[in-house]
Protein backbone atom coordinates (compact mmCIF):
# COMPACT_ATOMS: atom_id res chain seq x y z
CA UNK A 1 0.00 0.00 0.00
CA UNK A 2 1.68 3.45 -1.02
CA UNK A 3 0.59 6.59 1.34
CA UNK A 4 2.67 10.22 0.85
CA UNK A 5 2.27 10.03 4.85
CA UNK A 6 4.95 8.68 6.51
CA UNK A 7 4.38 7.59 10.26
CA UNK A 8 5.95 9.91 12.90
CA UNK A 9 -7.36 -4.03 24.72
CA UNK A 10 -7.27 -7.64 23.01
CA UNK A 11 -10.36 -9.14 21.47
CA UNK A 12 -12.25 -10.91 24.74
CA UNK A 13 -11.68 -15.41 24.69
CA UNK A 14 -8.60 -14.88 22.11
CA UNK A 15 -6.67 -17.71 21.42
CA UNK A 16 -3.39 -16.51 21.27
CA UNK A 17 0.62 -18.17 19.94
CA UNK A 18 2.22 -18.52 23.39
CA UNK A 19 2.60 -21.79 24.06
CA UNK A 20 2.14 -25.07 22.82
CA UNK A 21 -1.29 -26.12 24.55
CA UNK A 22 -4.46 -27.25 22.83
CA UNK A 23 -6.49 -24.99 20.85
CA UNK A 24 -3.29 -22.77 20.35
CA UNK A 25 -0.93 -21.67 17.81
CA UNK A 26 2.23 -23.58 17.56
CA UNK A 27 5.78 -22.28 16.27
CA UNK A 28 7.30 -25.10 14.68
CA UNK A 29 10.50 -23.98 12.39
CA UNK A 30 12.88 -20.90 11.81
CA UNK A 31 15.22 -21.13 9.50
CA UNK A 32 16.50 -18.97 5.31
CA UNK A 33 14.42 -18.98 2.73
CA UNK A 34 16.34 -20.79 -0.50
CA UNK A 35 12.80 -21.28 -2.58
CA UNK A 36 12.11 -17.93 -4.09
CA UNK A 37 14.28 -17.63 -6.89
CA UNK A 38 15.54 -14.35 -6.26
CA UNK A 39 18.22 -12.42 -4.22
CA UNK A 40 16.54 -11.83 -1.13
CA UNK A 41 17.65 -13.18 2.27
CA UNK A 42 14.63 -13.52 4.16
CA UNK A 43 13.72 -15.98 7.40
CA UNK A 44 10.46 -17.24 7.40
CA UNK A 45 7.89 -19.24 10.30
CA UNK A 46 5.74 -22.35 9.44
CA UNK A 47 2.92 -22.24 11.87
CA UNK A 48 0.11 -24.98 12.01
CA UNK A 49 -2.75 -23.80 14.31
CA UNK A 50 -4.43 -26.94 16.26
CA UNK A 51 -7.31 -28.66 15.36
CA UNK A 52 -10.52 -28.10 17.67
CA UNK A 53 -10.27 -24.90 18.30
CA UNK A 54 -14.16 -23.56 17.33
CA UNK A 55 -16.07 -21.71 20.69
CA UNK A 56 -19.23 -23.62 22.42
CA UNK A 57 -21.93 -20.45 22.38
CA UNK A 58 -23.28 -23.14 25.36
CA UNK A 59 -20.35 -22.59 27.35
CA UNK A 60 -18.26 -19.38 26.86
CA UNK A 61 -18.61 -16.87 28.77
CA UNK A 62 -19.55 -14.67 26.30
CA UNK A 63 -21.20 -16.48 23.72
CA UNK A 64 -20.36 -14.06 20.35
CA UNK A 65 -16.50 -14.61 20.98
CA UNK A 66 -14.41 -16.06 18.25
CA UNK A 67 -10.93 -17.74 18.55
CA UNK A 68 -7.88 -16.49 16.93
CA UNK A 69 -6.37 -19.52 14.73
CA UNK A 70 -3.34 -17.79 13.43
CA UNK A 71 -0.66 -16.14 15.08
CA UNK A 72 -0.49 -12.80 16.48
CA UNK A 73 1.34 -9.97 14.44
CA UNK A 74 4.89 -10.22 16.44
CA UNK A 75 4.87 -13.51 15.13
CA UNK A 76 5.89 -12.07 11.31
CA UNK A 77 7.25 -8.88 13.48
CA UNK A 78 10.98 -9.93 11.63
CA UNK A 79 10.18 -8.89 8.48
CA UNK A 80 10.72 -12.53 7.15
CA UNK A 81 8.18 -15.19 6.09
CA UNK A 82 4.83 -16.68 8.07
CA UNK A 83 3.14 -19.31 6.39
CA UNK A 84 0.79 -21.77 7.90
CA UNK A 85 -2.01 -23.89 7.99
CA UNK A 86 -5.57 -24.27 9.45
CA UNK A 87 -8.32 -27.49 8.81
CA UNK A 88 -11.75 -27.29 10.46
CA UNK A 89 -12.74 -30.36 12.56
CA UNK A 90 -15.33 -31.16 10.25
CA UNK A 91 -12.76 -31.14 7.34
CA UNK A 92 -15.28 -29.16 5.19
CA UNK A 93 -12.44 -26.27 5.28
CA UNK A 94 -8.78 -25.99 4.75
CA UNK A 95 -6.52 -23.03 4.76
CA UNK A 96 -3.17 -21.72 4.32
CA UNK A 97 -1.29 -18.42 4.60
CA UNK A 98 1.90 -16.52 4.01
CA UNK A 99 2.65 -13.34 4.97
CA UNK A 100 6.02 -11.40 3.85
CA UNK A 101 7.75 -8.12 4.07
CA UNK A 102 8.94 -8.02 0.75
CA UNK A 103 10.80 -5.01 -0.26
CA UNK A 104 9.44 -2.46 2.43
CA UNK A 105 11.50 -1.05 5.68
CA UNK A 106 8.19 -1.87 7.98
CA UNK A 107 5.40 -4.49 7.99
CA UNK A 108 2.45 -2.92 7.81
CA UNK A 109 0.24 -5.99 6.48
CA UNK A 110 -2.53 -7.92 9.55
CA UNK A 111 -3.92 -11.36 8.45
CA UNK A 112 -6.52 -13.13 10.53
CA UNK A 113 -8.65 -16.20 10.61
CA UNK A 114 -11.55 -17.08 13.57
CA UNK A 115 -14.41 -19.16 14.21
CA UNK A 116 -16.80 -19.14 16.61
CA UNK A 117 -20.15 -20.61 17.00
CA UNK A 118 -23.61 -19.21 17.56
CA UNK A 119 -26.92 -21.28 18.35
CA UNK A 120 -24.89 -23.98 16.92
CA UNK A 121 -23.99 -22.59 13.92
CA UNK A 122 -20.31 -22.47 12.98
CA UNK A 123 -18.89 -19.10 11.92
CA UNK A 124 -15.78 -18.94 9.84
CA UNK A 125 -14.15 -15.38 9.49
CA UNK A 126 -11.10 -14.59 7.42
CA UNK A 127 -9.37 -11.13 6.92
CA UNK A 128 -6.67 -9.13 4.94
CA UNK A 129 -6.01 -5.97 6.65
CA UNK A 130 -2.98 -3.85 4.60
CA UNK A 131 -1.94 -0.96 6.68
CA UNK A 132 -1.27 2.37 5.26
CA UNK A 133 1.33 5.84 7.19
CA UNK A 134 1.54 3.37 9.88
CA UNK A 135 0.29 -0.56 11.14
CA UNK A 136 -2.19 0.79 13.77
CA UNK A 137 -5.19 1.01 11.90
CA UNK A 138 -4.87 -3.09 9.84
CA UNK A 139 -4.23 -3.85 14.03
CA UNK A 140 -6.80 -2.60 15.36
CA UNK A 141 -9.17 -4.05 12.53
CA UNK A 142 -7.64 -7.83 13.57
CA UNK A 143 -8.22 -7.11 17.17
CA UNK A 144 -11.57 -5.83 17.17
CA UNK A 145 -13.39 -6.15 13.35
CA UNK A 146 -14.93 -9.12 13.69
CA UNK A 147 -15.49 -9.67 17.51
CA UNK A 148 -17.77 -6.09 16.97
CA UNK A 149 -19.88 -8.20 13.91
CA UNK A 150 -20.56 -11.19 16.13
CA UNK A 151 -22.03 -8.28 18.73
CA UNK A 152 -24.20 -6.53 16.36
CA UNK A 153 -27.58 -7.60 17.33
CA UNK A 154 -28.95 -8.52 14.02
CA UNK A 155 -26.00 -10.69 12.94
CA UNK A 156 -27.73 -13.80 11.52
CA UNK A 157 -30.91 -12.64 11.13
CA UNK A 158 -29.15 -9.67 8.48
CA UNK A 159 -25.94 -10.22 8.09
CA UNK A 160 -25.03 -7.49 5.14
CA UNK A 161 -26.54 -5.08 7.17
CA UNK A 162 -24.64 -6.21 10.21
CA UNK A 163 -21.49 -6.09 8.35
CA UNK A 164 -22.03 -2.30 7.11
CA UNK A 165 -22.48 -1.08 10.29
CA UNK A 166 -20.57 -2.81 12.39
CA UNK A 167 -17.58 -2.00 9.66
CA UNK A 168 -18.46 1.57 9.76
CA UNK A 169 -18.78 1.36 13.54
CA UNK A 170 -15.25 0.06 14.05
CA UNK A 171 -13.90 2.66 11.69
CA UNK A 172 -15.58 5.34 14.36
CA UNK A 173 -14.45 3.44 17.27
CA UNK A 174 -10.60 3.73 15.81
CA UNK A 175 -10.82 6.92 14.96
CA UNK A 176 -12.15 8.06 18.66
CA UNK A 177 -9.36 5.27 20.01
CA UNK A 178 -6.36 7.57 18.35
CA UNK A 179 -7.96 11.15 18.88
CA UNK A 180 -5.17 12.01 21.37
CA UNK A 181 -2.18 10.73 18.81
CA UNK A 182 -0.63 12.37 16.35
CA UNK A 183 -0.49 9.65 13.57
CA UNK A 184 -3.36 9.58 11.04
CA UNK A 185 -2.88 6.03 9.57
CA UNK A 186 -5.30 3.45 7.64
CA UNK A 187 -6.08 0.26 6.66
CA UNK A 188 -8.06 -2.18 3.76
CA UNK A 189 -10.22 -4.59 4.71
CA UNK A 190 -10.67 -7.74 2.46
CA UNK A 191 -12.26 -10.34 4.56
CA UNK A 192 -15.33 -13.30 3.85
CA UNK A 193 -17.53 -14.36 6.79
CA UNK A 194 -18.72 -18.06 5.86
CA UNK A 195 -22.25 -18.99 7.30
CA UNK A 196 -23.03 -22.44 6.45
CA UNK A 197 -23.19 -22.88 3.17
CA UNK A 198 -23.41 -18.98 2.84
CA UNK A 199 -20.52 -16.63 2.00
CA UNK A 200 -19.98 -12.62 2.41
CA UNK A 201 -17.02 -11.20 0.79
CA UNK A 202 -16.97 -7.38 2.07
CA UNK A 203 -14.74 -4.86 1.09
CA UNK A 204 -12.73 -1.84 1.93
CA UNK A 205 -9.78 -0.75 -0.18
CA UNK A 206 -7.90 -1.97 -2.89
CA UNK A 207 -6.94 -5.67 -0.95
CA UNK A 208 -9.26 -8.36 -3.07
CA UNK A 209 -11.27 -11.69 -2.90
CA UNK A 210 -11.07 -13.62 -5.63
CA UNK A 211 -12.59 -17.00 -6.30
CA UNK A 212 -12.43 -20.36 -8.60
CA UNK A 213 -15.81 -21.55 -9.70
CA UNK A 214 -15.17 -24.80 -12.07
CA UNK A 215 -11.90 -23.16 -12.48
CA UNK A 216 -12.78 -19.73 -13.30
CA UNK A 217 -11.28 -16.75 -11.67
CA UNK A 218 -14.47 -14.60 -10.40
CA UNK A 219 -13.51 -11.30 -8.28
CA UNK A 220 -15.85 -10.67 -5.76
CA UNK A 221 -14.42 -7.46 -5.06
CA UNK A 222 -13.57 -4.35 -7.01
CA UNK A 223 -10.72 -2.23 -6.09
CA UNK A 224 -11.67 0.97 -4.20
CA UNK A 225 -9.54 2.94 -6.39
CA UNK A 226 -9.84 7.28 -6.40
CA UNK A 227 -10.05 7.18 -10.73
CA UNK A 228 -13.02 4.90 -10.45
CA UNK A 229 -15.98 6.62 -11.77
CA UNK A 230 -18.84 6.04 -9.55
CA UNK A 231 -15.98 6.88 -6.61
CA UNK A 232 -14.78 10.20 -7.84
CA UNK A 233 -18.01 11.27 -8.33
CA UNK A 234 -18.76 10.28 -4.64
CA UNK A 235 -15.74 12.52 -3.66
CA UNK A 236 -16.33 15.21 -5.72
CA UNK A 237 -20.51 15.28 -4.14
CA UNK A 238 -18.67 15.41 -0.85
CA UNK A 239 -16.09 18.71 -1.57
CA UNK A 240 -13.07 16.49 -2.38
CA UNK A 241 -11.20 16.26 -5.53
CA UNK A 242 -9.16 13.46 -6.87
CA UNK A 243 -5.79 14.18 -8.89
CA UNK A 244 -3.09 12.37 -10.86
CA UNK A 245 0.67 12.94 -8.89
CA UNK A 246 3.89 11.53 -9.77
CA UNK A 247 5.60 13.63 -7.43
CA UNK A 248 8.90 14.38 -10.30
CA UNK A 249 10.31 11.39 -9.15
CA UNK A 250 11.71 9.83 -12.27
CA UNK A 251 15.37 11.07 -12.21
CA UNK A 252 18.10 10.67 -14.43
CA UNK A 253 19.61 7.85 -12.22
CA UNK A 254 15.74 5.96 -12.21
CA UNK A 255 15.10 6.92 -16.05
CA UNK A 256 18.27 4.59 -16.86
CA UNK A 257 16.93 1.96 -14.90
CA UNK A 258 13.40 2.41 -16.58
CA UNK A 259 13.72 -0.95 -18.57
CA UNK A 260 13.88 -2.96 -15.09
CA UNK A 261 10.79 -4.95 -14.13
CA UNK A 262 11.23 -3.42 -10.51
CA UNK A 263 11.86 0.35 -11.34
CA UNK A 264 8.51 0.21 -13.73
CA UNK A 265 6.68 -1.12 -10.97
CA UNK A 266 8.12 1.70 -8.44
CA UNK A 267 7.70 4.50 -10.75
CA UNK A 268 4.09 3.22 -11.79
CA UNK A 269 3.17 3.12 -8.00
CA UNK A 270 4.77 6.37 -7.23
CA UNK A 271 2.84 8.24 -9.99
CA UNK A 272 -1.34 7.17 -9.44
CA UNK A 273 -4.37 9.03 -9.06
CA UNK A 274 -4.82 10.53 -5.20
CA UNK A 275 -7.66 11.38 -3.29
CA UNK A 276 -6.55 14.96 -2.16
CA UNK A 277 -3.38 14.44 -3.90
CA UNK A 278 -2.88 12.40 -0.67
CA UNK A 279 -4.27 8.62 -0.74
CA UNK A 280 -4.34 5.97 -3.47
CA UNK A 281 -7.33 4.18 -2.14
CA UNK A 282 -10.88 5.81 -2.20
CA UNK A 283 -12.26 3.86 0.79
CA UNK A 284 -10.50 2.70 3.98
CA UNK A 285 -10.76 2.72 8.20
CA UNK A 286 -8.69 5.08 9.51
CA UNK A 287 -7.31 8.52 7.78
CA UNK A 288 -9.09 11.34 9.92
CA UNK A 289 -8.23 13.86 7.91
CA UNK A 290 -9.83 13.02 4.75
CA UNK A 291 -12.33 11.00 6.28
CA UNK A 292 -14.95 13.01 4.72
CA UNK A 293 -14.02 11.33 1.33
CA UNK A 294 -12.38 8.41 2.46
CA UNK A 295 -15.55 6.30 3.74
CA UNK A 296 -15.57 2.74 5.74
CA UNK A 297 -18.74 1.68 3.90
CA UNK A 298 -18.11 -2.05 2.49
CA UNK A 299 -18.97 -3.27 -0.71
CA UNK A 300 -20.81 -6.68 0.21
CA UNK A 301 -20.97 -9.87 -1.86
CA UNK A 302 -22.72 -13.38 -1.46
CA UNK A 303 -22.05 -16.29 -3.07
CA UNK A 304 -23.42 -19.87 -1.85
CA UNK A 305 -20.90 -22.91 -1.52
CA UNK A 306 -21.64 -25.51 -4.19
CA UNK A 307 -19.62 -28.25 -5.63
CA UNK A 308 -18.39 -25.53 -8.02
CA UNK A 309 -16.64 -23.22 -5.39
CA UNK A 310 -13.32 -24.38 -5.27
CA UNK A 311 -11.61 -21.72 -2.97
CA UNK A 312 -10.94 -18.30 -2.21
CA UNK A 313 -7.92 -16.23 -2.31
CA UNK A 314 -8.41 -12.70 0.16
CA UNK A 315 -5.07 -11.04 -0.45
CA UNK A 316 -3.55 -7.37 -0.11
CA UNK A 317 -2.68 -5.49 -3.10
CA UNK A 318 0.80 -6.35 -3.07
CA UNK A 319 0.29 -9.46 -4.58
CA UNK A 320 -2.86 -8.31 -6.92
CA UNK A 321 -0.44 -5.20 -8.14
CA UNK A 322 1.29 -7.68 -10.05
CA UNK A 323 -0.64 -10.76 -10.57
CA UNK A 324 -3.31 -10.93 -12.37
CA UNK A 325 -6.76 -12.83 -10.93
CA UNK A 326 -6.39 -15.64 -13.58
CA UNK A 327 -2.99 -16.29 -13.08
CA UNK A 328 -3.44 -16.55 -9.21
CA UNK A 329 -6.50 -18.96 -9.40
CA UNK A 330 -3.89 -20.65 -11.89
CA UNK A 331 -1.38 -20.94 -9.20
CA UNK A 332 -3.58 -21.95 -6.10
CA UNK A 333 -4.96 -24.94 -8.72
CA UNK A 334 -1.41 -26.27 -8.85
CA UNK A 335 -1.31 -26.62 -5.05
CA UNK A 336 -3.24 -28.67 -3.02
CA UNK A 337 -2.17 -27.71 -0.50
CA UNK A 338 -3.55 -24.61 0.70
CA UNK A 339 -0.10 -23.10 2.49
CA UNK A 340 1.73 -24.32 -0.77
CA UNK A 341 -0.40 -21.99 -2.46
CA UNK A 342 -0.48 -19.57 -0.55
CA UNK A 343 3.17 -19.19 -0.30
CA UNK A 344 3.69 -19.72 -4.33
CA UNK A 345 1.64 -16.39 -4.23
CA UNK A 346 3.75 -14.46 -2.31
CA UNK A 347 6.67 -15.86 -3.98
CA UNK A 348 5.55 -15.17 -7.57
CA UNK A 349 4.67 -11.63 -6.52
CA UNK A 350 7.83 -10.79 -5.22
CA UNK A 351 9.57 -12.40 -7.96
CA UNK A 352 7.84 -10.51 -10.14
CA UNK A 353 8.75 -7.20 -8.58
CA UNK A 354 6.23 -6.30 -6.28
CA UNK A 355 7.64 -3.51 -4.58
CA UNK A 356 4.77 -4.01 -1.25
CA UNK A 357 4.44 -5.78 1.51
CA UNK A 358 2.73 -9.56 0.36
CA UNK A 359 -0.25 -11.27 2.15
CA UNK A 360 -2.65 -13.83 1.41
CA UNK A 361 -5.02 -16.50 2.10
CA UNK A 362 -6.20 -19.31 0.59
CA UNK A 363 -9.60 -20.95 1.52
CA UNK A 364 -10.42 -24.60 -0.04
CA UNK A 365 -13.58 -25.80 0.28
CA UNK A 366 -14.28 -29.65 0.77
CA UNK A 367 -17.54 -29.80 2.05
CA UNK A 368 -19.35 -30.67 -1.00
CA UNK A 369 -17.17 -33.01 -2.60
CA UNK A 370 -17.97 -36.66 -1.84
CA UNK A 371 -15.18 -39.00 -0.92
CA UNK A 372 -12.90 -36.37 0.23
CA UNK A 373 -11.26 -37.27 3.94
CA UNK A 374 -10.39 -34.24 5.90
CA UNK A 375 -6.78 -32.67 5.02
CA UNK A 376 -3.99 -34.32 7.44
CA UNK A 377 -2.49 -32.65 10.14
CA UNK A 378 0.52 -30.83 8.50
CA UNK A 379 4.28 -32.25 8.98
CA UNK A 380 7.53 -30.64 8.54
CA UNK A 381 11.10 -31.46 8.54
Known sequence: MVCCWHEGNRAENSVHSTSDGEGQVKSLKRGKDNKLGVKCPSKHRRVEAAA???????RAVNPRAASHLLPEKDEVGDGGYATGAWRSDDGKLNCGYSSFRGKRVNMEDFFDVKSAKIDGQTINFFGIFDGHGGSRAAEYLKEHLF???MKHPKFLTDIKLAINESYQRTDSDFLDAENNTSRDDGSTASTAILVGKHLYVANVGDSRAVISKAGKAIPL???H???RIDERKRIENAGGFVMWTDFGWKNTTLNCLWESWSCKLLLSDLGTWRVGGVLAMSRAFGNR????????????QERVVDHELEFLILASDGLWDVVKNEDAVSLVRLEED???AARKLTEVAFSRGSADNITCIVVRFLNNKEGVDPPPACVYD
Open 52 to 58: GMMVDSG
Open 147 to 149: DNL
Open 225 to 227: KPN
Open 289 to 300: LLKRFVVAEPDI
Open 221 to 223: SDD
Open 338 to 340: PEA
